[in-house]
């Protein structure tokens, strides 16, 4: 996702959006694809490259990935660093939706 289109998919969005803040070499980064599929069939999830996105993930305070944001109403509801497990982020993703 480029930063262009993360106001419109992200901040203005209705529902609640995971955003996975991520880079190809990062070997945790791949371990998450499975269980971010997975929340994908029921929840809005958006990808960032940090490496080619440089801005948005400073402006997010990203300083190590992945990072995990859960946005509601514009704002991060919830922040995850690191590896997480699928029944976290769905516990969360339900109480905001």
Request: net charge negative; aromatic share 10%.
């Given at each position: ?44 999830v958006c ?51």
């Amino acid at each position: 996702m480029e930063e262009y289109n993360f106001k419109r998919e992200v901040i203005d969005s209705s529902e609640p959006v995971l955003v996975d803040f991520w880079a190809e070499w990062c070997g945790p980064c791949r371990h998450m694809n499975p269980v971010l599929a997975a929340i994908a069939r029921d929840y809005k999830v958006c990808k960032v490259n940090v490496d080619t996105n440089q801005p948005l993930a400073a402006k997010f305070h990203v300083s190590a990935i992945p990072t995990l944001l859960i946005f509601k109403n514009g704002s991060v509801a919830k922040r995850y660093e690191g590896v997480t497990s699928e029944q976290a982020l769905r516990a969360d993703l339900l109480a905001l939706a």
